[in-house]
């Protein structure tokens, strides 16, 4: 589904990681998302947001390239609402 994925960052709380942000090329296009597990889904809870959160939960966040085949194996409708358009400099 992406041409390009690949992680950017992590983020961690007293040294476990919690969630990653990667960027993906989906049809030419340019994106970020955060993946995170259902264990630490609360952190990101947006109360406001019909939607509740904005980060892709995944099962495990140790294997980088687990997580690009589960992102490539997701249909672009599911993995929309997650995705920020990334801006071309």
């Known amino acids: 589904m992406h041409e390009i994925c690949q992680e950017l960052a992590s983020a961690r709380e007293n ?12 049809n030419g296009k340019d994106f970020s998302i955060t993946v995170t597990t259902q264990k630490h889904a609360h ?3 947006v109360p406001d947001q019909p939607e509740g959160t904005k980060v892709f939960i995944v099962e495990d966040l140790s ?5 690009c085949r589960v992102l ?18």
């Open 72 to 89: 490539s194996g997701t249909p672009f409708e599911k993995l929309q609402t997650f995705l920020v358009p990334q801006e071309k400099s």
């Open 43 to 45: 952190l990101y809870e």
């Open 15 to 26: 040294g476990e990681v919690i969630a990653k942000d990667f960027y993906l090329r989906i």
């Open 63 to 67: 294997d980088p390239k687990e997580i």
